[in-house]
């Protein structure tokens, strides 16, 4: 099969282009500038492997010159994942690179796997099933709330005819056998922050805690979609653990590394950000709107599209699969809390 895969120099784009590869697919990648890699879940770079046609998703036709005119499945996964963006930015690549993305997968009649995270939920807690994502919803941040609005296109388009599949995956971690990751991004950043004196007392309730999901499953995940469009067609796909991972373990686990100081978990009702000392204070106000909410919530998300019919079951994050995770970050230089 010929896919044409956009966000192929991402995390998840570049993992899938391994498994792509690995399965025997013929894989068209959309890149944007020169000297970028794909790399695998191995961390090794498949883009010689790959035909590479240069770029951009905010264009309409991807701006390319010469498009391509055999492709079989357009997976899209290209996106900005920068809380911090513009909404002129989330409105371009997001919402605009997902229309781009629709036009192109009609013109080529082929189906499209549109990749969007499990956060198009908004700030809503709970048991979250696999419904339809609401714009109007309350969102955390720019990209959440992008996503749910791309996510409203492509079940427009389906509704024209378009085959189309809904992918959410959830706060993308390490593999879980080793704990290894390609790129670190996102949610590792904060993790950081999560054994450093910067960070202090943080805004947070009890029960908080991460929907994670190992990088294998996702990609395993949307391998199954792949070789069954037509049957999950019309379907919003959960990509993620079989359980939230509780902040506050995270936080205990932490404590366990030489030159930790972990942050603290008070009341929301006590936090008072006029206490701070400069330095935590000028990270609070940087990272506060972006990550602050998530440490309110504890989001259980639910659905059996992927067990159902590909008989995939959700992975189990235990304590030793976390600390594999951290292992792996440190051995790489990423987390050094000495």
Known sequence: MHVFLTGATGLVGGALAGALLDAGHRVTALVRGDGRDVLDMDGRDRIGETTALSGDVSEQGFGMAAPPTDIDLLI????????AASNTVHEAVNIGGTAHAIALAQGWGCPLLHVSTAYVCGRADGVIGEARADPQASFTNGYEASKARAEILVEAARADGLVAVIARPAIIVGRLSDGAIA?????????RLFGSPLLGDVPAVPQAAFAIVPICHVVAGL????????????????????????MADMLRIVADYPGT???????????????????????????????????LRSPRFAGDSLQRIA??????????????????????GFLDWR
């Open 183 to 191: 790129r670190i991004d996102g949610f590792h950043h904060l993790f």
């Open 261 to 295: 100081v972990p942050a603290r978990m008070i009341a929301p009702a006590a936090y008072d950000p006029a206490v701070l000392d400069r330095r935590t204070g000028m990270v609070h106000r940087r990272i506060g709107p972006q990550f602050f909410d998530y440490f």
């Open 76 to 83: 899209h996964c290209a996106a900005t994942v920068d809380f």
């Open 223 to 246: 391998m199954a979609l792949v070789g069954d469009m037509a049957a999950f067609d019309g379907a919003r796909v959960h990509l993620v653990g079989a359980e939230p991972f509780a």
């Open 311 to 332: 008989g995939m079951d959700a992975p189990i994050i235990d304590e030793a699969a976390f600390r594999r995770m951290i292992d792996h970050c440190v051995k790489v």
